[in-house]
Nanobody, 123 residues
């Protein structure tokens, strides 16, 4: 089992920044693909970014150039630096882990999930 705990959410004005953190415990973390997803009110959960064990990275188009995903295997942690935030970024952000190690964007590919951290961006 892998336990994931997100932190770093909050309320900011448009144009601001936040850094989300996800700490993992349990089984081997370094080989897992780690992803960030979000769910806005009334919408489906959507892919934001993911990073493999070899630091291959993918972003959804709407956050490219604004968000940066990174990981620190020594700390069993993955981060999401969010810059130039927009009101449409408002959502509950989830960290997820995929033991396959592949670059995947479908939520169903991820076996482990945190409970989420709320990000609210006001205009």
């Amino acid at each position: 089992q892998v336990q994931l705990v997100e932190s770093g959410g909050g309320s900011v004005q448009a144009g601001g920044s936040l850094r989300l953190s996800c700490e993992a415990s349990g089984r081997v973390f370094s080989t897992y693909t780690m992803g960030w997803f979000r769910r806005a009110p009334g919408k489906e959960r959507e892919f934001v970014a993911c990073i493999t064990s070899s630091d291959t990275i993918m972003y959804t188009n709407s956050v490219k150039g604004r968000f940066i995903i990174s990981r620190d295997n020594a700390k069993n942690a993955v981060y999401l630096q969010m810059n130039v935030l927009k009101p449409e970024d408002t959502a509950l952000y989830y960290c997820a882990a995929d033991p396959s190690g592949y670059l995947r964007i479908q939520p169903t590919s991820y076996d482990y999930w945190g409970k989420g951290t709320q990000v609210t961006v006001s205009s």
